[in-house]
């Protein structure tokens, strides 16, 4: 039961991130699946991917699109770039240590948050 109030305060943080800033999934979730559930790496991303499925490719999307924001073709690239990334990488993933994957994704995260703190996007 706590696991599940847990896992509904991550969604509720992570969800809200993501409509407010663009962020949630790899950043929020991943981590705070694997330091208050103690899932490993491999299963904290796995989860993460297959939870993201349903809320950001309906609900979030369609509130972009009825307001403006959502550059359909250009979209529509970046998913068809995603989905071959995704494979790509879930395969180098499933074959890494746990201590490899851990150690790329606090890097991946350490070099956003450095160029966000660093440098102007204009």
């Not at 993501?18 to 999934?25: A, D, K, N, T, V």
């Not at 989860?47 to 979209?75: C, H, K, Q, S």
Request: proline share 3%; aromatic share 10%; hydrophobic share 60%.
């Amino acid at each position: 039961m706590i696991n599940i109030l847990i896992c509904l305060l991550i969604g509720l943080l992570a969800g809200t991130l993501s409509g407010l800033i663009g962020i949630g999934g790899g950043i929020i979730i991943v981590p705070a699946l694997v330091m208050f559930i103690g899932l490993s790496q491999h299963m904290a991303q796995g989860t993460t991917l297959a939870m993201l499925v349903p809320p950001v490719g309906i609900a979030a999307a369609w509130t972009y699109y009825r307001a403006g924001f959502v550059d359909l073709p250009l979209a529509v690239w970046l998913c068809v770039g995603f989905v071959a990334g995704t494979v790509l990488g879930s395969r180098f993933a499933v074959l890494a240590s746990e201590q490899t994957l851990e150690r790329a994704f606090g890097v991946a995260l350490m070099v956003v948050a450095l160029k966000m703190f660093l440098f102007r996007a204009h």
